[in-house]
């Protein structure tokens, strides 16, 4: 089992940054890959970041390729989101993953989530 945590979620205006966070316990944190996906208000919740469990590789959803980056601490079981030139569509709950395979879409475990507001 794995249980996982996100915080920094906040309001933001148009073109500012936020970091979020995602601390994991459980076991073999280090074997799991991990993703960020999100869900809007009246939208079906839709995939965001993922990143392997070495940290070797990452993938994004094109619409925040260049503007959104995950990492990964083992040290310190924590994942990270780093979210630049947020745009009102970004506003969302953001919620935090673990899984196995694929890894390029983990989720097998969720956190509870972390509200973004993004303000024209």
């Known amino acids: 089992q794995v249980q996982l945590v996100e915080t920094g979620g906040g309001s933001v205006q148009d073109g500012g940054s936020l970091r979020l966070s995602c601390t994991a316990s459980?076991?073999?944190?280090?074997?799991?890959?991990m993703g960020w996906f999100r869900q809007a208000p009246g939208k079906e919740r839709e995939f965001v970041a993922a990143?392997?469990?070495?940290?070797?590789?990452?993938d994004y959803t094109d619409s925040v390729k260049g503007r959104f980056t995950i990492s990964r601490d083992n040290a310190k079981n924590t994942v990270y989101l780093q979210m630049n030139s947020l745009k009102p569509e970004d506003t969302a709950v953001y919620y935090c993953?673990?899984?196995?395979?694929?890894?390029?879409?983990?989720?097998?475990?969720w956190g509870q989530g972390t509200q973004v507001t993004v303000s024209s």
């Open positions: 990143v392997t469990w070495s940290g070797g590789s990452t």
């Open positions: 459980g076991r073999s944190f280090s074997s799991y890959a």
């Open positions: 993953t673990a899984g196995l395979s694929p890894w390029y879409r983990p989720n097998d475990y």
